[in-house]
C-alpha cells in the first residue's frame, strides 16, 4: 500500500520542542488561577495613613490581629486591583463608626496571606511537579509512536546492530563474483552451522572469528552477508563506529548487548564492519588517556570473545582495510582464528562481476565483457558495479533503451578520467601541443617491445583535468613486471614531454602527471624491487596502508636517502633520452600522426597502428 505523501515527511519535532511547549503552558495556568499568589505583597504603613485610606474610600476589608497587635487591611490601587496593608493597633475609639460608616468589611478574621513556603510551593514546586509529569506522558506517547523503540537518547549500552533474519539478507554466494578463493575459505563455516554433528564427532570446534581483509569496495560486507544468507541464520551488523560513544563506558556496554543478543540468537553470524575504529593497538599506557572509551571497548571485545562458546554457533566476522593498525590480541588463534584476504579481482574475476551488476540491466547481445574486463585492470567489484551504472545512464541519455559496447566503453574512460568537459575551449596552438603530446606516450609505446598496446587516444579535456589521454591495455592479466617493462613504462610516461621538446623548443605543464608517476616507479625500482646494481637486493622503502593507497617510508640514513635521489634522476633521465631518440627517428609519422590526431580529436588504436605502419 502506498501512502499519498505530497507534501514530503514533516519533519519529528525534538523531544526538548515538548518540554518548552509544556513548561510555556504550565506558567500561563499558573498565572491564571493563582495570580495572587504571583502578585501578593504586605505593606507595612502608619495609621493615619490607614485612617486616611479609609476616608478616601479605598479600604474594603479589614481584622485585627490581637496576637501580633497589628490591624490587616485590603484597599484597592489606582487600577483597583487589591492591595494588602498591614499596621499598628491605636487606641481609637472612633474606629468602628468610621469603618462602617465607609462601608468597610471588618472582624476577627485576617485577610488570607499565605506564607513564604506556600507561595514557594505554589510557585514553583506544583508547576515544576506538573511539567515532570506532563513530560513523562509525552516520553511515552512518542515511544509508542516510534514503535515502542527508545530513541537515540535513551539507547545507551544498547548494541544498535541492524539484525537480518535468514529470509531478510537476500544474498548468497551465486551473488558475490571474482571472489573465488574467499568464498571458499568461508564455505567451512557455512557447512559447519548446517552440520556442526559432523564437525563435533572428530573434536573440532568452529573458529570463533574471521577477518576479511581487503581494499574498499572489493565486497567484504557483501560477503558477510552472503555467509548468512547461505547458512540461514540471523544475521547481526553493526558498524565499529558505532560502539563509540561520548560517555565512558557506553561503549564496552554495546559489545556486552550485542553479544547478549547473539548468544540467545544462535546459530547466527555477527559482522563488524571496519573493525580497526576500535581495534587499534592499544598504547603503552605511559601518556593521558592510556585507559580511554576505545581502549575499555576493545578489552571488552575480548573478553567476550574468550567468553562465549564456539559449540553454539555463534561466528564472528570482521572487515578492516587497515589489517596492521589491529591489536595483536585481536588476531591471536582463539579469536580471529582465520584472515580472508578478499583482494581486487584478476581479469577473469572482472568479467564476472561485470555479469553480475548487468544481470538487472537490458544488454546488447553484442557486448563484449572481456574487453572492459581488459580496460580495467586494478577496479574494485564497486567500481565495476559503477561502470555498469554510468552505462546505463549514458544510454538512457542517448535516448535508447539498452546499453550497447560503447557505453560501456565511455562509462569505463568516465571512471579513469572523469567526463568531457564540453564547454572547455583550447586555443588552436594549445591543441596542437596536446595532440603532439600524447601522440608522443603513444609513438614511444608502440616502439618499445613489452609494451602494453594502445588502444585509443584523445584530446578531448576531462573533467578530472586531464586535456587528453592515450589509453594503454594489456591482452592479458599481468602479475609481474619486468626491469626492462619498468624502464619501457618510465620511457612512455616522458614521451609526451619529449615530444613537446623535439617540436616545440619549450616545455609546459601538462606534464605534470606524467612526471609524478615516473618518479614514483623509477624510485620502487630502486627502494623495493632491488633493480638497482647499487643497492642490490636491500629494502629502503616499507609500505603503509598497502589497502589504502600504499604510502611508504624510507627505512634508510640521510646519506643513502640521498643516493637514492640521485639514482632516481638517473633512472629517469636515462628513460627521457631514450624517448627522444624514438621520437627522433620517428619524426615524419610523429607529424602525421599528430596532424589526424588534431582534426579528428579521438582516434582508436587500429587506427594509429594503421597509420604508423604504412
Not at 501512502?3 to 514530503?8: A, K, L
Not at 567468553?307 to 582495510?321: E, M, Q, S, Y
Not at 590480541?329 to 562481476?353: H, M, Q, T, W, Y
Not at 640521510?558 to 632516481?568: F, K, L, N, P
Request: proline content about 3%; charged content about 25%; aromatic content about 6%.
Amino acid at each position: 500500500m502506498i501512502e499519498n505523501n505530497e507534501g514530503g515527511d514533516k519533519p519529528k519535532k525534538s523531544i526538548l520542542y515538548y518540554y518548552g511547549l509544556t513548561l510555556l503552558v504550565v506558567m500561563l495556568l499558573n498565572a491564571l488561577f493563582f495570580p495572587s499568589v504571583m502578585q501578593r505583597k504586605v505593606t507595612e504603613v502608619g495609621y493615619s495613613e490607614f485612617i486616611t485610606m479609609v476616608n478616601d474610600d479605598k479600604v474594603t476589608e479589614a481584622a485585627v490581629d490581637y496576637s501580633s497587635q497589628q490591624i490587616m487591611f485590603v484597599a484597592k490601587d489606582g487600577n483597583g486591583a487589591d492591595q494588602y496593608f498591614k499596621t499598628g493597633i491605636f487606641p481609637d475609639n472612633g474606629l468602628i463608626e468610621r469603618l462602617q460608616s465607609h462601608g468597610v468589611k471588618f472582624g476577627s478574621e485576617i485577610p488570607k496571606q499565605n506564607s513564604t513556603l506556600v507561595n514557594l510551593i505554589l510557585t514553583w514546586v506544583v508547576p515544576i511537579f506538573i511539567f515532570i509529569l506532563i513530560g513523562q506522558l509525552l516520553s511515552r506517547m512518542l515511544m509508542k509512536k516510534m514503535g515502542g523503540g527508545m530513541g537515540p537518547a535513551m539507547t545507551f549500552g544498547k548494541a544498535n546492530a541492524k539484525i537480518y533474519a535468514e529470509t531478510e539478507t537476500g544474498v548468497t554466494f551465486d551473488d558475490v563474483a571474482g571472489e573465488e578463493e574467499s568464498k571458499d575459505a568461508l564455505t567451512e563455516i557455512v557447512d559447519f552451522l548446517h552440520n556442526p554433528d559432523k564437525y563435533a564427532a572428530i573434536g573440532a570446534k568452529l573458529p570463533k572469528g574471521a577477518l576479511l581483509v581487503g581494499p574498499p569496495g572489493t565486497g567484504k560486507t557483501l560477503l558477510a552477508k552472503a555467509v548468512a544468507g547461505e547458512a540461514h541464520v540471523p544475521f547481526f551488523s553493526i558498524s565499529g563506529s558505532e560502539f563509540v560513544e561520548m560517555f565512558v563506558g557506553m561503549g564496552a556496554a554495546k559489545v556486552r548487548d550485542l553479544f547478549k543478543q547473539a548468544s540467545e540468537k544462535a546459530p547466527c553470524i555477527v559482522f563488524i564492519d571496519e573493525i580497526d575504529t576500535i581495534g587499534k593497538k592499544r598504547d603503552n599506557g605511559s601518556g593521558l588517556g592510556g585507559n580511554d572509551e576505545r581502549e575499555q571497548t576493545l578489552n571488552q571485545l575480548l573478553t567476550e570473545m574468550d567468553g562465549f562458546d564456539g559449540r553454539k554457533g555463534v561466528v564472528i566476522l570482521a572487515a578492516t582495510n587497515r589489517p596492521e593498525s589491529l591489536d595483536a590480541a585481536l588476531l591471536r588463534p582463539g579469536r580471529f582464528d582465520r584472515r580472508i584476504p578478499v583482494e581486487l579481482p584478476d581479469l577473469s574475476g572482472r568479467e564476472a562481476i561485470l555479469r553480475v551488476h548487468s544481470k538487472n540491466v537490458k544488454m546488447d547481445m553484442d557486448i563484449d565483457f572481456g574487453a572492459i574486463a581488459r580496460a580495467t585492470s586494478g577496479a574494485s567489484g564497486a567500481e565495476l558495479a559503477n561502470i555498469v551504472n554510468e552505462a546505463a545512464l549514458r544510454a538512457v541519455r542517448m535516448g535508447r533503451s539498452y546499453v550497447k559496447q560503447e557505453d560501456l566503453e565511455e562509462s569505463v574512460e568516465t571512471v579513469i578520467a572523469g567526463y568531457q568537459r564540453k564547454n572547455a575551449v583550447l586555443s588552436p596552438h594549445e591543441k596542437k601541443v596536446v595532440s603532439y603530446h600524447e601522440i608522443g606516450h603513444a609513438l614511444v609505446a608502440a616502439k618499445q617491445s613489452d609494451s602494453a598496446p594502445v588502444t585509443k587516444i584523445t584530446i578531448i579535456p576531462r573533467t578530472s583535468g586531464a586535456l587528453g589521454y592515450t589509453m594503454q591495455v594489456d591482452e592479458g592479466e599481468k602479475h609481474l613486471m619486468s626491469k626492462e617493462e619498468a624502464q619501457n613504462k618510465i620511457a612512455t610516461l616522458t614521451g609526451g614531454r619529449s615530444a613537446e621538446e623535439l617540436i616545440f623548443g619549450s616545455i609546459t605543464t601538462g606534464a605534470a602527471n606524467d612526471i609524478e608517476q615516473a618518479t614514483k616507479l623509477a624510485r620502487a625500482m630502486i627502494t623495493r624491487y632491488g633493480m638497482s646494481r647499487e643497492f642490490d637486493m636491500v629494502a629502503l622503502e616499507t609500505v603503509n596502508n598497502q589497502y589504502l593507497g600504499g604510502d611508504t617510508s624510507l627505512a634508510c640514513s640521510a646519506d643513502t636517502s640521498a643516493m637514492i635521489d640521485r639514482e632516481v634522476v638517473a633512472t629517469v633521465k636515462a628513460a627521457h633520452e631514450k624517448a627522444i631518440s624514438i621520437l627522433k627517428e620517428n619524426i615524419d609519422k610523429l607529424h602525421e600522426l599528430a596532424n589526424y590526431l588534431l582534426e579528428k580529436e579521438t582516434i582508436t588504436g587500429e587506427e594509429f597502428m594503421s597509420i604508423l605502419n604504412r
